[in-house]
């Protein structure tokens, strides 16, 4: 297994366009993150999942976004009606559930630059 | 969720001991914590995680005190390649994972 796989891994796009991220995780991890993050910031959480469970999303968080982990397996984010403040670079983290008794892995990150 | 202070920034030369202090004071009796670091355009990588007293590994030691309300993690003998964000987390064990801002780590040659 090479790790947490995340796709693509540069986004950019006009303001108003829809985009998806993908994130693979590592095999046997119940346990999926998703995270935003800006220069100079810690990464911010978006929400997670316990297998394909969404367990909570950021109050933070417009309604612009969502994420799914059908099947429990990869996980997709989407953001709706993208705008300049949606810039970041999201991030997605995986471990062992049901519990966090471990590390999370992370991906590389997709960068997301709205034009 | 217990909420960490660390400072924002530190800088030490190459050889020398590091030792970063993170307060946690409203940890609960169930929460871990745990260190990572993290690099200019990539993702946080686990460093280590504890519960009480002291923990090492290959890469740094966490001293932990007994009434947990503090933790400072030490690097050995820091090289310019340990040049990063250092973050230190109270991980619940069955409740979402936060991130704070942070320690920015500058070795100086």
């Known amino acids: 297994d090479t790790g947490v796989s995340q796709d693509p891994r540069h986004k950019i796009t006009k303001r108003g366009q829809n985009v998806t991220f993908r994130c693979d995780p590592i095999?046997?991890?119940?346990?999926l993150y998703w995270y935003r993050q800006t220069l100079g910031q810690g990464p911010e959480f978006l929400t997670y999942?316990?297998?394909?469970?969404?367990?909570?999303k950021s109050r933070l968080l417009s309604d612009r976004f969502s994420a799914e982990r059908p099947k429990g397996s990869f996980s997709t984010l989407e953001i709706q009606r993208t705008e300049q403040g949606d810039s970041a670079m999201y991030l997605c983290?995986?471990?062992?559930?049901?519990?966090?008794?471990?590390?999370?892995?992370f991906g590389e990150g997709s960068r997301l630059t709205v034009l | 969720l217990a909420k960490t202070t660390q400072p924002i920034s530190m800088d030490s030369y190459e050889g020398q001991e590091v030792n970063i202090t993170c307060s946690h004071n409203?940890?609960?009796?169930?929460?871990?914590i745990t260190w990572y670091q993290q690099f200019p355009s990539q993702g946080p990588r686990f460093i280590i995680q504890?519960?009480?007293t002291k923990v090492t590994n290959e890469v740094a030691s966490l001293f932990i005190p007994a009434d947990r309300k503090s933790s400072t993690l030490s690097l050995p003998r820091v090289s310019l390649s340990d040049t990063a964000v250092y973050y230190c987390?109270?991980?619940?064990?069955?409740?979402?994972?936060?991130f704070g801002k942070g320690t920015r780590l500058h070795i100086l040659p």
């Open positions: 987390l109270v991980v619940p064990t069955d409740d979402k994972i936060i």
């Open positions: 409203n940890i609960a009796t169930n929460d871990y």
């Open positions: 983290a995986s471990s062992l559930g049901p519990q966090n008794t471990g590390e999370l892995f």
């Open positions: 095999s046997e991890h119940n346990r």
């Open positions: 999942f316990q297998n394909e469970a969404q367990l909570e």
């Open positions: 504890g519960y009480k």
